[in-house]
């Protein structure tokens, strides 16, 4: 099973101020790769995800991803972020011939005006 | 497009009582499904997928159970509820094995 690490629990930001969100994932098999933002008493809302082809994606609400294999790394930006975007991030993981998605333990978001 | 819609949305049950949560997925047909949980301050835990009708997986032995009456339907279920069980239980699904999971709105259990 994989590991997921989310390197920072908590990230207050200046509105405007960009944002990075860092993960890292123990496989060295092939991977599919995800965030989700989760908003106060709400479920989870796919932001991106990486399947295979560009390793930069990009999501919804401006957020983008960079894959990089040989670092295990799937960190989340936005280069100017709003007050909206206050939230807990989750990274999650997947192996390619696998059901069970891993989910890092999350990271709060505070942005302050 | 898909919806997936879980009830109730909160639930506060006494220590020892049962409990029954629900989980639909409208505009898809066989879907994976799967029940999480996620404790305070702590990531998601999975406890059960289904790949179909009668089928079901436990990640985690525990206090709970889950069943799949229907192909768009999964219930989780307790005979007798732990202070443990409380948490934040979201039901997802996905169209195919190592997909993409979509999640529900989530219901608040506060077991007392």
């Known amino acids: 099973a994989q590991s997921v690490t989310q390197l920072d629990s908590q990230v207050p930001v200046f509105e405007e101020a960009p944002v990075e969100l860092r993960c890292n994932y123990s496989?060295?098999?092939?991977?599919?790769l995800f965030w989700y933002v989760q908003y106060p008493n709400q479920g989870l809302q796919l932001l991106l995800k990486?399947?295979?082809?560009?390793?930069l994606v990009k999501g919804i609400n401006g957020f983008e991803a960079e894959f990089n294999k040989s670092q295990t790394s799937f960190h989340l930006r936005k280069p100017s972020v709003h007050i909206s975007d206050t939230a807990e991030y989750f990274c999650?993981?997947?192996?390619?011939?696998?059901?069970?998605?891993?989910f890092g333990a999350g990271t709060t978001v505070t942005v302050r005006a | 497009s898909q919806t997936i819609h879980q009830w109730p949305a909160t639930l506060v049950q006494p220590v020892g009582s049962p409990l029954s949560l629900e989980c639909t997925v409208e505009?898809?047909?066989?879907?994976?499904l799967y029940w999480y949980r996620q404790a305070a301050g702590r990531g998601l835990q999975l406890l059960f997928y289904?790949?179909?009708?009668?089928?079901i997986s436990s990640e985690v032995p525990q206090n709970l159970s889950a069943s799949r009456p229907q192909d768009r339907q999964f219930i989780l279920s307790s005979k007798k509820l732990l202070l443990s069980d409380s948490g934040f239980y979201l039901c997802?699904?996905?169209?195919?094995?190592?997909?993409?999971?979509?999640f529900g709105p989530g219901t608040r259990l506060t077991v007392l």
């Open positions: 997802a699904w996905s169209v195919s094995y190592a997909d993409t999971q979509y």
């Open positions: 496989s060295s098999v092939s991977v599919y």
């Open positions: 990486y399947l295979s082809g560009s390793t």
């Open positions: 999650a993981v997947s192996d390619r011939n696998d059901y069970k998605l891993s």
């Open positions: 505009g898809t047909s066989n879907p994976n």
């Open positions: 289904s790949v179909g009708i009668g089928q």
